[in-house]
C-alpha cells in the first residue's frame, strides 16, 4: 500500500529517557514533516524536510533532532524527555505546495 | 504566526441536520485546504480552494474560500453519523510553501 507509515503507535516512557519515531514514505515525495497535536488537537509543525534538507524548524526545543537518512525517511529523536512532551505525534509528507498525507499517529506518553 | 480560528469547536447534532464551520483570519492565503481526522488516525485531505470566491463540492460537504481569501466556511447537507470527526482548516502562503498552518479545529459528533 502506498502510505505514510510511522512506529511505534504509542510510546509510554519516563521522564528523563531518550526514545525516537521512525517514519517512512514510498508516495514518491520530496517534502517531509513532523507535526504535534496537543491534548486540545490543536495541530502545530515542528520540521520540514525537503529531499533531505532542514527546511523549517519551528522553534521546538533542541532535544528534538530530527533526521533524514533519505528522502523516505524522516526520523525523530526526543533526548531527556519530559511530561510536557505527551502529544500525539504525526509524520507526514506531500509535494511542493500540494496537500500533506499524514501517518497515523504516535501517541507519546511521559510519566 | 498567523492565527486560523474555526467555530464553533464542539458541535453535536443529529442525523439528517445541517451545519456549517467557519475558518477565519486576518491574513491573506494563497491557499485553503480542509481535512477530516477521525480518532487513531491522521488527518485526511477533503478539499482545496484556491481563487476567492471559489465554491467546491463534495456530496454533501460544500466548501467555500472566501472573497478575499482570509476566510473558508464547510457546509455539511443532511449529516450522516459518518460525519463525526475532527475538521480542520489549513492555509498556505504564498513563500512559505512547505509550511501549512493548521485551524483550532472543529469536533463533530452526529449521532441518531
Known amino acids: 500500500d502506498t502510505a505514510v507509515s510511522q512506529t511505534p503507535k504509542y510510546l509510554v516512557t519516563q521522564m528523563g529517557n531518550d526514545k525516537s519515531i521512525k517514519c517512512e514514505q514510498n508516495l514518491g515525495h520530496d517534502t517531509m514533516y513532523w507535526y504535534k497535536q496537543d491534548s486540545k488537537k490543536f495541530l502545530k509543525i515542528m520540521f520540514s524536510y525537503n529531499n533531505k534538507e532542514l527546511i523549517i524548524n519551528e522553534t521546538v526545543p533542541n532535544r528534538f533532532s530530527p533526521k533524514s537518512p533519505d528522502k523516505a525517511h524522516l526520523n525523530l529523536h526526543i533526548n531527556s524527555l519530559e511530561l510536557g512532551d505527551s502529544a500525539v505525534y504525526f509524520c507526514?509528507?506531500?509535494?511542493?505546495?500540494?496537500?500533506?498525507?499524514f501517518g497515523n499517529g504516535t501517541r507519546l506518553t511521559v510519566t | 504566526t498567523q492565527l486560523l480560528e474555526q467555530s464553533p469547536q464542539f458541535l453535536s447534532i443529529q442525523e439528517g441536520e445541517n451545519l456549517t464551520v467557519y475558518c477565519n483570519s486576518s491574513s491573506v492565503f494563497s491557499s485553503l485546504q480542509w481535512y477530516r481526522q477521525e480518532p487513531g488516525e491522521g488527518p485526511v485531505l477533503l478539499v482545496t480552494v484556491v481563487t476567492g470566491g471559489e465554491v467546491k463540492k463534495l456530496k454533501r460537504l460544500t466548501f467555500q474560500f472566501g472573497d478575499a481569501r482570509k476566510d473558508s466556511s464547510l457546509h455539511i447537507t443532511a449529516a450522516q453519523t459518518g460525519d463525526t470527526g475532527l475538521y480542520l482548516c489549513?492555509?498556505?502562503?504564498?513563500?512559505?510553501?512547505?509550511?501549512?498552518?493548521f485551524g483550532t479545529g472543529t469536533r463533530l459528533q452526529v449521532t441518531l
Open positions: 507526514a509528507s506531500s509535494r511542493p505546495n500540494s496537500p500533506l498525507h
Open positions: 489549513a492555509a498556505q502562503n504564498t513563500g512559505t510553501a512547505s509550511k501549512l498552518t
